[in-house]
């Protein structure tokens, strides 16, 4: 046998049951160098042991990390059980809105963690035209639109095509305090009032016990408040509440995608490291990095229900493993950069540099095995067929340049391979983490931008009242910001007034070609 | 003043008439490195000016690149006011498919440069729900769906919703013998032929005169061909016949557009390349990469409606950038990775990295001033202020840390300013090939991946003879492919299959835990 298929034969794992494989084949690793992470395989084993059994494994918040664990015990809760009875009755016109109208849509409120993971999984499970579809094709489950981000213009959209009337609001923020997620909350009963409904009669949260959203809603009495534990993070979040009910009201079966998830923990649970997935894909990020992130993971699904995936992977590797900090606070600048889209389409697009340009990656291919449909092209092939021969043949190419790949199979892609995919990566991310001593389960980056956002704020409310006191005035930030007393904010006042002169009839700008500078005027 | 509002004054260029600005200030270069790039800036200055007088600028291929200077005229044109014509006979109900009646949507079968801009057009300017809008509401334009792969999943997906007969299809492939778009014509054509309606009434071909796409329209009387300039590359055809048609049925000011482009064209003229966008950026590019794209380019635009912005602009660049050799032979693996979404969504997802983690990228970041809607939050705030009030913070934070961004800033996002970020990067993109000694306008690595694929599907067919000949088989790949007479190709016929397996009722495979590899049964 020659040396490349007896490769393939040693390092590819498969799990029989679920017919699910990922194969580390085509990457450049040695044998000695797997070996010689022995000491961090003992280290993630054990860590991944104490996390399992409720340990602190977010040192920074003082807090367990519980996803890994609670999906097994989930299906069993009161909880699980009157989601499932809350999206029945949703589905069957025994919940409605303030009118008596069955609800045909749902918006899910959420940003981050409370958006990508259901809006993966809507796109895998319902596909790309579910909103498009009768109430008879739907089942009479729910339509779904998503607002993940505080843009007046995506708001705009979704009010174009919204009935108010007929549609169940679902409000995620586990902190309860997101400010845009209570944006577009506040914007959102804004929108019911003037139209005389009550928003209250048409929503429905997922937040921590006592939140400012738990105490919000169960004030205004809404139709549901579901809480949301401490111990799950956002971007870990979707075995959990966050990813239950937006699943359950839109007919996709989360029973089955925790089965796969528990089913991917087992294996991952492995003794083993070179028979579990996960410490083997850990393992094969740190040597292809060099423990440092230093090549791109690129991932490219071979299905067009699977385009979401690299963004939700995204979020899980980059805001789990992008640390400046390690655990005994040296500073390591740590990441794991992450983009792709889907294959064969992106043969066309960035693939040229993959096989030509910088060597700075590994592709991690993920191929569905089972066609949707057999779609005949010539007499020999159908169309699944070249989907197939484009992964091969993308794979011998990138072999043929001594470039880097991983792949999975999955038999098919429901519910449960799903489930299956997002607890690999997950357990690969806190595996990852172990061996470069950081903490995966925080984000103390994120505090930075949101303490400069809101001196941004600060800032402006100070510049109305200052304006309101100077009256008209006229002339380059610069100036301005010296006539308010701020002289070291010109460039923030500066964007400030950017923006509001397309905004508000009282503030407008000529640009000055002698100082390069717009000139601001201010009635 | 101090010193980082005269950067920023120093290194912000504006053009007054559209209020399009961009800001390098947030970027670590020094004058004298800027300065240093003078002969490149001479080099670029001249090579543009070579390739808009009619130079052959992709040696490779030995051709002209139009893609610039075209534009100008192509508003002129006896194809543009048939496009136009076309699209409103469509609109209008003077053409329809044929049973008669009007058609309502339009799929577009086209993969990478015949798909990624046409996708950016319609979710920039149609916005995300145009589908779901009524044909009043849509004033009689049509709905827009896109084959853009080759996989069966996505055709069974959009059979699920298309009504054939008042469907129009736009099938576009600038050599005529794209292998993707060719599956889903046939596809088409098939599913058309069942329903006892003919495709050729309800298609239009987009391709280069006689190409095989050309030949096999013309012969079956396809509604209409348009005709594509063998000198437009596929990645920067957005602004010519293969974004026109696709912009046109649906309602989109494609004059517009090709306006904003020609607006940056003639501001990315300008001789002094330190008040040229174009010539800055690629000089941005350059220097933070160290000439070799040592950074990743992060594309972050604080606007719902430009999510796929990253997606166009990582074909663009990457398929342009990323090649092996340069003009003069030698290696230099050279490319330019790209990613993003949208912020300020992916402050909750990736940029916890970019503010903490690795320091190997910079961000640019695109604000559209103008608020679609004005949302009140509070007393003095509203939804837009808080969306400004975060790329703020989010630059501050960044800025504190050292990390490097560019801010591309619209007073609104319409064709016109969408003409003018197209033309921006495509010219940048142009001047930064030369700055390096790269070819922009080829992509040869496309076409090992593409030779390898039709090595996979050769053996297929040799396969699918000897199984044929040998009658029940049982092994592993490796045992088959010594069956078969080719013991080299052992993992090739493994992935062939498993891909048969659970495609084909004849092929059965059961895991073999012993041997760590799967046992094929052929009847």
Chains 1, 2 share one sequence.
């Not at 499970?125 to 089942?139: H, V």
């Not at 998503?146 to 009337?165: G, K, W």
């Not at 380059?476 to 923030?492: F, I, Q, R, Y």
């Not at 500066?494 to 923006?499: F, H, S, Y």
């Amino acid at each position: 046998m020659n040396s490349w298929i007896e490769r393939n034969i040693g390092y590819t794992l498969v799990d029989g049951e679920s017919q699910f494989s990922i194969d580390f084949a085509g990457m450049k690793f040695t044998e000695q160098e797997l070996d010689a992470l022995q000491p961090k395989f003992e280290r993630a084993v054990r860590e991944m042991a104490r996390l399992e059994a409720g340990a602190i494994k977010n040192p920074d918040e003082n807090r367990k990390v519980t996803h890994f664990t609670d999906r097994v015990d989930y299906p069993k809760t009161k909880l699980f059980t009157s989601v499932e009875k809350f999206a029945e009755q949703a589905r069957t016109g025994k919940i409605t809105g303030e009118t008596g109208r069955k609800f045909t849509a749902v918006v899910v409120n959420g940003i981050g963690g409370s958006a990508l993971g259901p809006e993966l999984m809507q796109f895998v499970i319902n596909g790309p035209y579910w909103n498009e579809k009768t109430d008879t094709a739907r089942n009479g489950y729910l339509k779904v639109y998503f607002l993940d981000n505080t843009d007046s213009a995506e708001f705009a959209d979704l009010s174009e095509v919204m009935d108010p009337e007929t549609t169940l609001h679902l409000v995620i923020s586990k902190s309860g305090g997101t400010q845009e997620t209570c944006n577009n909350m506040i914007a959102m009963e804004e929108l019911y009032a003037a139209r005389k409904l009550s928003f209250a009669k048409h929503a429905a949260a997922i937040t921590m016990k006592d939140s400012k959203l738990d105490k919000h809603a169960r004030e205004d009495n809404w139709l549901a408040v579901f809480e949301m534990a401490e111990s799950i993070g956002g971007r870990t979040s979707e075995t959990s509440i966050v990813g239950h009910v937006p699943a359950a009201v839109t007919g996709v079966n989360f029973r089955r995608f925790l089965e796969g998830a528990c089913h991917m923990d087992e294996w991952t649970r492995t003794a083993d490291p070179k028979k579990n997935p996960a410490m083997m894909l850990a393992a094969m990020w740190y040597i292809a990095g060099e423990g440092k992130g230093n090549r791109n993971m690129v991932i490219v699904p071979y299905s067009d229900r699977l385009i979401l995936l690299s963004r939700y992977l995204q979020q899980l590797v980059m805001e789990s493993l992008g640390k400046e900090l390690d655990l005994d606070g040296h500073v390591v600048h740590q990441g794991l950069n992450v983009f792709g889209n889907k294959g064969g389409t992106d043969a066309h697009a960035f693939i040229q540099q993959l096989n030509d340009g910088r060597d700075d990656f590994f592709a991690t291919f993920i191929e569905v095995l089972k066609d949707a449909e057999k779609l005949p092209i010539t007499d020999a092939t159908d169309m699944g067929t070249y989907l197939h021969g484009f992964l091969e043949g993308l794979s011998a190419a990138l072999r043929g340049k001594g470039r880097q790949y991983i792949t999975i199979r999955v038999p098919q892609i429901t519910e449960f391979e799903l489930g299956m995919l997002i607890a690999l990566y997950e357990r690969a991310v806190a595996i990852y983490a172990e061996f470069i001593n950081i903490n995966a389960f925080h984000q103390p980056g994120v505090q930075s931008y949101k303490l400069a956002a809101k001196g941004v704020l600060a800032l402006r409310e100070k510049l109305i009242k200052k304006f309101y006191e100077l009256g008209k005035v006229t002339g380059t930030a610069a100036e301005l910001a010296v006539k308010v007393g701020c002289p070291d904010d010109a460039v923030e006042i500066g964007g400030l007034l950017d923006k509001s002169c397309v905004n508000c009839p009282h503030i407008t700008r000529t640009f000055c070609e002698k100082s390069n500078q717009w000139v601001y005027s201010i009635k």
